[in-house]
């Protein structure tokens, strides 16, 4: 499904250092929840985000024995040692659970969750920021945003954490490039891109919670790999007329965000120019892929 993918970053590490093939999201589903959680240099804050998911999805495993999961962790061409750090996890927890994607260079944060996504296995996807900037607990409230909007029977349905309760509190406490992304960036998606003012706001948190044939019908035809990504991701959305819930949920400004004042937001303003003309132009289309039977 992605023509630009690298032979090696078609396979995983086992816990015993096997090489083993990824599966393909047109595959059925084999678990109930697959977790992504795209990487760049987060050798220091991704395992406290580890130790949280990991805590909550165990004792959710307790309470329930039928319960499967498994967490990407996509590593977007790092120098640091994210990947060793990851890969502490699969030993821990067995490659059943834990996964390690190693790309070979930095693709961008839309780049690695495309990368993660098209190899889960999960019935539902949820995209988590390596920071831990939401707390992970929160699934269990994107899961009832998720439910409420009664995806049946093409099961297409998306809840993104939303962070606008928060908005007056944080404006305090935020940086100023996040302020001024805040209130400029919108106003651009509305005229830029049409997308409505209620989805508007769902770009900015890295919390998504996907159905997996809505994940197969928007990632196939994703483009964008740096930080607008999201923002396509919800054009496409609105163009097959996939529902989407915005849920509050808790969040944080953690400290080493790879986020570049200016240039960042340089980056995200061309990108949505180039989603709409490219749409508009025909160069970019939306895909219709099949799910294997």
Same mark, same amino acid.
């Given at each position: $499904?992605?023509?630009?993918?690298?032979?090696?970053?078609?396979? /995983?590490? !086992?816990?015993?250092?096997?090489?083993?093939?990824?599966?393909?999201?047109?595959?059925?589903? %084999?678990?109930?929840?697959?977790?992504? &959680?795209?990487?760049?240099?987060?050798?220091?804050?991704?395992? &406290?985000?580890?130790?949280? =998911?990991?805590?909550?999805?165990?004792?959710?495993?307790?309470?329930?024995?039928?319960?499967?999961?498994?967490?990407?962790?996509?590593?977007?061409?790092?120098?640091?040692?994210?990947?060793?750090?990851?890969?502490?996890?699969?030993?821990?927890?067995?490659?059943?659970?834990?996964?390690?994607?190693?790309?070979?260079?930095?693709?961008?944060?839309?780049? #690695?969750?495309?990368?993660? !996504?098209?190899? !889960?296995?999960?019935?539902?996807?949820? $995209?988590?920021? #390596?920071?831990? #900037?939401?707390?992970?607990?929160?699934?269990?409230? &994107?899961?009832?945003?998720?439910?409420?909007?009664?995806?049946?029977?093409?099961?297409?349905?998306?809840?993104?954490?939303?962070?606008?309760?928060?908005?007056?509190?944080?404006? =305090?406490?935020?940086? $100023?490039?996040?302020?001024?992304?805040?209130?400029?960036?919108?106003?651009?998606?509305?005229?830029?891109?049409?997308?409505?003012?209620?989805?508007?706001?769902? !770009?900015?948190?890295?919390?998504?919670?996907?159905?997996?044939?809505?994940?197969?019908?928007?990632?196939?035809?994703?483009?964008?790999?740096?930080?607008?990504?999201?923002?396509?991701?919800?054009?496409? #959305?609105?163009?097959?007329?996939?529902?989407?819930?915005? &849920? =509050?949920?808790?969040?944080?400004?953690?400290?080493?965000?790879?986020?570049?004042? /200016?240039? %960042?937001?340089?980056? $995200?303003?061309?990108?949505?120019?180039?989603?709409?003309?490219?749409?508009?132009?025909?160069?970019?289309?939306?895909?219709?892929?099949?799910?294997?039977?």
């Amino acid at each position: $499904m992605d023509q630009k993918c690298n032979e090696k970053e078609r396979y /995983f590490l !086992t816990a015993t250092g096997l090489k083993k093939p990824f599966p393909s999201l047109s595959e059925p589903p %084999s678990l109930d929840l697959s977790v992504v &959680v795209p990487s760049y240099n987060e050798e220091s804050r991704l395992p &406290v985000m580890m130790e949280e =998911a990991m805590d909550y999805l165990e004792k959710k495993r307790k309470k329930d024995p039928l319960y499967a999961y498994e967490v990407i962790i996509v590593d977007d061409g790092s120098k640091d040692k994210t990947t060793e750090i990851a890969l502490r996890y699969t030993k821990k927890y067995g490659d059943d659970k834990v996964r390690v994607l190693t790309l070979e260079k930095n693709r961008g944060k839309g780049g #690695a969750v495309r990368m993660g !996504t098209l190899r !889960t296995r999960g019935r539902l996807i949820l $995209m988590a920021d #390596a920071d831990g #900037a939401t707390k992970f607990a929160d699934i269990a409230k &994107v899961e009832t945003g998720l439910q409420k909007l009664s995806p049946k029977p093409d099961n297409m349905a998306i809840a993104c954490g939303s962070r606008a309760h928060l908005e007056k509190e944080s404006v =305090a406490q935020r940086s $100023m490039f996040r302020t001024f992304l805040m209130y400029g960036w919108f106003p651009l998606l509305g005229v830029v891109l049409l997308l409505r003012q209620r989805d508007q706001g769902h !770009t900015q948190c890295g919390f998504k919670l996907v159905t997996r044939e809505a994940a197969l019908r928007t990632f196939s035809s994703l483009h964008v790999e740096r930080w607008a990504f999201d923002v396509e991701l919800l054009y496409i #959305a609105q163009c097959f007329k996939i529902p989407i819930a915005e &849920v =509050a949920v808790n969040w944080t400004e953690i400290e080493g965000s790879k986020l570049v004042p /200016f240039w %960042s937001w340089l980056q $995200m303003g061309k990108d949505l120019i180039f989603i709409r003309l490219r749409y508009i132009t025909g160069a970019w289309r939306l895909e219709y892929p099949q799910k294997s039977q």
